[in-house]
């Protein structure tokens, strides 16, 4: 059974940076698109970030282009999200996500709060 | 962008009802290829969302046939018939066709 388990969540203050990860196990993690989707506090879900399978191609939103960076290593089987520039409203749960289709695998989500 | 519009946003069954969300594109959501990058997701109370339909219509593994998605080009359907109680959540439509990828907004399918 496949499995994503994300880490690096925190309390950061507005403009500094903070790097998640994505660990995967149980399916072959570089057959796989990867993305990151966040969910604001009582909101809905809102696509964030996503890496081709080779990692040679990544797509964001306006909301976070120029300040996020998607990436990943397929040898270690692991998903990163560089976030810099952090603002209040990037205050959310990250999760990754493996998708095939469909994301058929989703993480736990990890909070990122963003706050002085 | 594309905007995805769910409704309603809420919706109170009573348990073996059947129940009908739409999912209404801005755009058309068939790709170059052919493919329609169309997905409904379910996001229990307090967990992560999980897959329920990919590609409109087909159920992802493990999903049980009581649910049902249909539609194509801008309307889209999920249809739960004979609602269980391990249904109640928010349901998401997600299209992966147009960049950016969006999600609906939401429907939560509640008890009467």
């Known amino acids: 059974e496949g499995q994503l388990v994300e880490s690096g969540g925190g309390l950061v203050e507005p403009g500094r940076s903070l790097k998640l990860s994505c660990a995967a196990s149980g399916f072959t993690f570089s057959n796989y698109v990867m993305d990151w989707v966040r969910q604001a506090p009582k909101k809905g879900l809102e696509w964030v970030a996503s890496i081709s399978t080779g990692g040679g191609n990544t797509y964001y939103p306006d909301s976070v282009k120029g300040r996020f960076t998607i990436s990943r290593d397929n040898a270690k089987s692991t998903l990163y999200l560089q976030m810099n520039s952090l603002r209040s409203e990037d205050t959310a749960t990250y999760y990754c996500a493996a998708y095939y289709g469909g994301y058929d695998y989703w993480g736990q989500g990890v909070m990122v709060t963003v706050s002085s | 962008d594309v905007v995805l519009t769910q409704t309603p946003v809420s919706l109170s069954v009573t348990l073996g009802d059947q129940a009908s969300i739409s999912c209404r594109s801005s755009?058309?959501?068939?790709?170059?290829?052919?493919?329609?990058?169309l997905e409904w997701y379910l996001q229990k109370p307090g967990q992560s969302p999980q897959l329920l339909i990919y590609?409109?219509?087909n159920r992802f593994s493990g999903v049980p046939d009581r649910f049902i998605g249909s539609g194509s080009g801008t309307d889209f359907t999920l249809k739960i018939s004979r609602v269980e109680p391990e249904d109640l959540g928010v349901y998401y439509c997600?299209?992966?066709?147009?960049?950016?990828?969006?999600f609906g907004a939401g429907t939560k399918l509640e008890l009467k």
């Open positions: 755009q058309s959501l068939e790709y170059s290829d052919g493919y329609t990058y």
């Open positions: 997600f299209q992966a066709t147009h960049d950016p990828y969006t």
């Open positions: 590609g409109v219509s």
